[in-house]
């Protein structure tokens, strides 16, 4: 995820000394140099990417989102794949939002271990009456696609965090953004779902432009 002020401007009368012949014709008034026009203000830098916000803040928005962002395949078994892993994202994110699993709907885009990280998840957020709010936009770089079974290079920008009943943000240091391989498994001809997922902090995505 300015109001110029109203500036008044005084008009200045000028008074011109001495008389003039009657008959003179009166010479032309002077004109106004032209004023350079005005140099406008530096173009913005391309806004940043959205941040986890800090330690010890308030989180007024108690939501979630997992979207698509910079995909580079185009293939459409691979693009079912990716899919299937920005489903999977979303349905994590309102579970953790409500420190609370929904198993039937786990099931639906997950299996495995990406199962067991999210229900651990969501009991650790229970416990200490926490819960996650924030979004993630899923970046894809690569995917490889060998019969039932896929694997996704992936960066998903972060801006997800912890946060406790009043909003109060819980998590130290949130990484802005999570590098990782992902696992999928086809357990239909049209559906994928999610079977692991290991990641790595980093700072930025490097398919993330501005």
């Known amino acids: 995820m300015t109001r110029a002020p109203v500036v008044a401007l005084a008009a200045l009368l000028l008074t011109l000394a001495g008389c003039t012949d009657a008959t003179e014709t009166p010479a032309a008034p002077e004109s106004t140099p032209a004023q350079p026009a005005p140099t406008s203000a530096a173009e913005p830098s391309p806004s940043e990417p959205p941040s986890p916000p800090a330690f010890g803040t308030v989180v007024a928005e108690d939501d979630v989102n997992a979207s698509e962002g910079e995909v580079t395949v185009s293939d459409p078994s691979q693009l079912a794949v990716v899919d299937a892993f920005v489903r999977y994202t979303q349905v994590r994110l309102e579970m953790l939002n409500r420190a609370e699993v929904d198993q039937a ?36 770089n690569r995917v490889e696609v060998e019969g039932t079974t896929a694997t996704i290079d992936t960066c998903m920008q972060n801006s997800s965090v912890d946060v406790d009943g009043s909003g109060q943000v819980v998590e130290k240091k949130a990484p802005a953004a999570y590098l990782g391989r992902v696992d999928a498994l086809q357990v239909s001809s049209d559906t994928w779902v999610i079977a692991d997922i290991t990641v790595d902090f980093a700072e930025q995505c490097p398919l993330v432009v501005g």
């Open 105 to 140: 709907a786990l099931d639906e885009v997950a299996t495995g271990e990406a199962v067991t990280q999210v229900t651990s998840y969501a009991d650790r957020l229970a416990r200490r009456g926490e819960h996650v709010v924030g979004s993630i936009v899923v970046n894809v």
